[in-house]
């Protein structure tokens, strides 16, 4: 069996940003990447056909829901979550910590881990460091991740030490607890948005020797300055030859910012959220293709995008689509953003390697329009304050990971 390595082969000169190869036993993943979403064992309206056709390597998946519904059991007596949904490609499954923290009301903390209420039929569950790597190890992804402590930001300091403090005992207990060949157990970082904390969590965990590591807690309504300050805190102290994944990160002026502050990979809901509410990602910015503009525009989505939406449909069509409410329309607008993310990640590789990504960035950043800040943290509170139901959203219970 192909075991857990990564190996770097481009850094850029005058950023952290760098290019690797991450190898698992269900193949190669090339760095920088972005992961599409598939809580539930399936990223929305789209089949794993056409995830491999927008040249998905890395999907993430949600050990939460999974174990609620249809229960790792079953997916382990299936043949594991590869084969029970077709993906013979890497997966990576997150604890779900973060959803199990957005019940907020309907969980308790201590040492021993998190009990909980399931938001599916109320029935009562505990969450340990050792019990989610059982899991982790059932579903048979070739990443994983510890259970966590998420804060809520704001949060004061001492709450936000408390929380650090915990997962790192967590993750040391997970970390003992892992035992499946070839699957690698991540470290997460936690420390809320204080520099003093991030270092301490970088510190400890990467002391405690995992193949990986995740930087949790942030994207959650901070301001990007101040994610990005994070990132400068803590990621530097991080082993280099191990690759670093930001969690919930992955709006597109986000990728190459945190990619030159030495970040590997990225998962995030938004471009399939979002593209489910017609709103589709172009270098210029959002499209929201229900406008009235639309109706007679023969053009495509992007001009000049090889995406099978781009290819075959007009933007009227997806218009009238998404004015019918046709489930027709959900899937392509979800095709066309998918291929963009992943269409940005391997250019921003390929410009890495090639020695100018540093100018890459400042073109894209020139061109893209992000949303307005007031936008952007309306967003951030929706998903801050979690939904208990999961028609329309990829992962419920928050922005999650």
């Avoid at 809320?192 to 904390?197: F, G, N």
């Avoid at 053009?299 to 933007?315: I, K, L, N, Y």
């Amino acid at each position: 069996m192909t075991t857990f390595s990564f190996e770097i082969v481009a850094e850029d000169p005058h950023s952290a940003a760098r290019a690797g190869v991450i190898h698992t036993p269900h193949g190669d993943v090339p760095t920088p990447v972005f992961m599409p979403v598939g809580t539930q064992a399936t990223v929305k309206t789209v089949s794993p056909e056409e995830l491999r056709r927008v040249e998905a390597t890395l999907i993430l998946a949600n050990t939460y829901h999974l174990y609620l519904r249809p229960g790792v059991d079953v997916v382990a007596d299936m043949g594991g979550l590869h084969r029970f949904m077709n993906w013979d490609r890497p997966i990576l499954t997150d604890s779900g910590g973060f959803q199990v923290f957005s019940l907020a009301a309907n969980r308790r903390i201590s040492e021993e881990g998190v009990t909980f209420r399931s938001h599916v039929d109320g029935s009562e569950h505990l969450f340990t460091p050792e019990s989610v790597v059982e899991a982790e190890e059932q579903l048979g992804a070739d990443i994983i991740m510890p259970l966590d402590e998420c804060v809520p930001y704001p949060c004061p300091h001492d709450y936000a030490e408390e929380a650090m403090e915990r997962t790192h005992r967590w993750a040391e207990r997970a970390r003992r607890a892992h035992r499946l060949p070839g699957q690698a157990l991540f470290g997460i970082l936690q420390g809320s948005t204080y520099t003093d904390l991030r270092r301490r969590s970088a510190e400890t965990i990467a002391a405690m020797g995992f193949p990986g590591f995740a930087v949790g807690g942030l994207s959650v309504g901070e301001p990007k300055e101040t994610m990005h300050a994070m990132l400068e805190a803590c990621v530097p102290l991080l082993p280099r030859e191990r690759p670093r994944h930001l969690l919930g990160v992955g709006s597109p002026e986000d990728l190459p910012a945190a990619v030159a502050r030495g970040i590997d990979m990225f998962d995030c809901v938004l471009a399939t959220r979002i593209a489910r509410n017609g709103t589709l990602l172009v270098p210029e910015g959002r499209v929201n293709i229900r406008n009235a503009q639309y109706t007679r525009d023969p053009r495509p989505v992007e001009e000049g995008c090889t995406c099978t939406t781009c290819q075959s449909f007009s933007r009227a069509y997806l218009r009238h689509l998404f004015q019918c409410r046709e489930i027709l329309g959900l899937r392509l607008a979800t095709i066309h953003n998918l291929h963009f993310l992943l269409s940005l990640m391997r250019e921003i590789r390929a410009r890495i390697v090639a020695g100018d990504f540093t100018a890459f960035q400042k073109e894209f950043l020139t061109r893209f329009q992000a949303v307005p800040d007031k936008v952007r943290l309306a967003e951030a509170q929706r998903r801050r304050q979690g939904r208990l139901r999961t028609r329309g959203s990829d992962r419920v219970l928050g922005q999650g990971r």
